[in-house]
């Protein structure tokens, strides 16, 4: 016999670690006591890069980068980003899942990548992007 059914929404708290668990139910008037086994995955990371001014100019113009990281079912994202561009690397932390980095200006002319890099924490995992922008002379 089937005595009911019941949908059940679970949040579960920051601590849960990723990876296969047994989630165990008990109810609160009759006692009844079950387990389900779940696997916890990391929330899958957004990151949106903006580059300023519009026109970069070779030797003169710094380029800005505005970072945003975000996740699905969590409001203040954070941790790091890593950027790559010009042959250095810059590392900046996020506050309240935004940040902003000046780059140093770049010596040719010409199509240069900036390869943005979200490194991750114990609940998202890290993801990346690609953001090309156009190097003029003066």
Same mark, same amino acid.
């Given at each position: 016999?089937?005595?009911? %059914?019941? !949908?059940?929404?679970v949040?579960?708290? #920051?601590?849960? $670690?990723?990876? =296969?668990?047994?989630?165990?139910?008990?109810?609160?008037?009759a006692?009844? @006591?079950? @387990?389900?086994?779940?696997?916890?995955?990391? !929330?899958? &990371?957004?990151?949106?890069?903006?580059?300023?001014?519009?026109?970069?100019?070779?030797?003169?113009?710094? %380029? /800005?980068?505005?970072l945003?990281?975000?996740?699905l #079912?969590?409001?203040? *994202?954070t #941790?790091?980003? +890593?950027?790559?561009a010009?042959?250095?690397?810059?590392? *900046? =932390?996020?506050?309240? &899942?935004?940040?902003?980095? /000046?780059?140093?200006r770049?010596?040719?002319? #010409?199509?240069?990548?900036?390869?943005? @890099?979200?490194?991750?924490?114990? =609940?998202?995992?890290?993801? +990346?992007?690609?953001?090309?922008?156009?190097?003029? $002379? @003066?």
């Amino acid at each position: 016999y089937t005595y009911g %059914t019941s !949908a059940v929404s679970v949040k579960l708290k #920051g601590k849960t $670690r990723p990876g =296969k668990q047994m989630l165990t139910f008990a109810g609160a008037t009759a006692g009844t @006591s079950f @387990s389900l086994p779940i696997e916890v995955r990391k !929330a899958k &990371g957004v990151l949106k890069a903006r580059t300023k001014p519009e026109r970069v100019v070779a030797g003169q113009t710094r %380029t /800005r980068l505005k970072l945003k990281a975000s996740a699905l #079912g969590i409001s203040k *994202v954070t #941790g790091k980003i +890593k950027v790559k561009a010009g042959g250095k690397t810059y590392t *900046v =932390k996020l506050k309240k &899942g935004k940040a902003f980095l /000046r780059l140093d200006r770049f010596a040719k002319t #010409g199509k240069k990548r900036i390869v943005v @890099s979200y490194l991750g924490n114990r =609940k998202i995992r890290g993801t +990346k992007q690609v953001v090309e922008i156009m190097v003029h $002379r @003066s």
